[in-house]
């Protein structure tokens, strides 16, 4: 359980620091590209940051914790790293959930123009979705659901990466990589690689 929420911490600050960086993105290409070509590529820039920040350092802790569950010291969930990164998004989800209310003024209907702060990373998007020009009963309800459904992206993003690194997987091998002989020898050269920084933690 200390485990479990020692990820959960971990995503929850990597999913922090990937929308200040999308927030600061977005707000330095909107201010040098006004109109749909800045939101567009604003929208693109953070996603990618989102997406790079959450899986890469889901995969780096599911290659760890796939060592630890090698020598039977940490127990096999292929899922942790996704209910880490669901429960790292909970103010997010609460605040997708008081989005979704605001359209039937359960919740007060400025809400939806503050909603960028908890989702940032999709601040284009949602005045795509959700313009402040109009009223809640204008708004598409199907927007508002678009909207909300974002907040599961990191999680999903996470999950996936924990997974991949739990079993050794790498995409980015694979795709350099693409014959066996080959794959072989990098194998080869990340084993050469291990032994000698094993051996240089030995003699320090």
């Not at 802790?61 to 096999?76: A, E, P, R, V």
């Not at 209310?101 to 702060?117: M, N």
């Amino acid at each position: 359980m200390k485990h479990f929420w020692k990820l959960t911490f971990k995503m929850f600050r990597n999913l922090l620091v990937a929308k200040v960086f999308g927030f600061v993105l977005s707000a330095t290409i909107m201010v040098a590209l006004d109109g749909m070509i800045g939101s567009l590529i604003t929208q693109i820039c953070a996603f990618l940051i989102l997406v790079v920040v959450m899986f890469t350092s889901a995969w780096e802790q599911g290659s760890k914790d796939g060592n630890m569950i090698s020598i039977n010291k940490l127990k096999n969930d292929c899922l942790l790293g996704f209910k880490a990164a669901m429960v790292a998004s909970v103010f997010e989800f609460v605040a997708a959930i008081c989005l979704i209310l605001s359209k039937f003024d359960i919740v007060t209907e400025t809400f939806t123009r503050f909603y960028g702060i908890f989702n940032s990373t999709f601040v284009p998007l949602h005045q795509a979705l959700l313009p402040n020009t109009l009223t809640a009963a204008e708004h598409s309800l199907v927007g508002y659901v678009i909207a909300a459904l974002t907040v599961l992206i990191a999680p999903i993003c996470a999950g996936f990466g924990y997974r991949l690194g739990l079993y050794q997987v790498n995409i980015s091998d694979t795709l350099l990589y693409t014959t066996p002989e080959a794959r072989k020898r990098h194998e080869q050269r990340l084993k050469e690689k291990h032994s000698k920084r094993s051996k240089r933690k030995m003699f320090r």
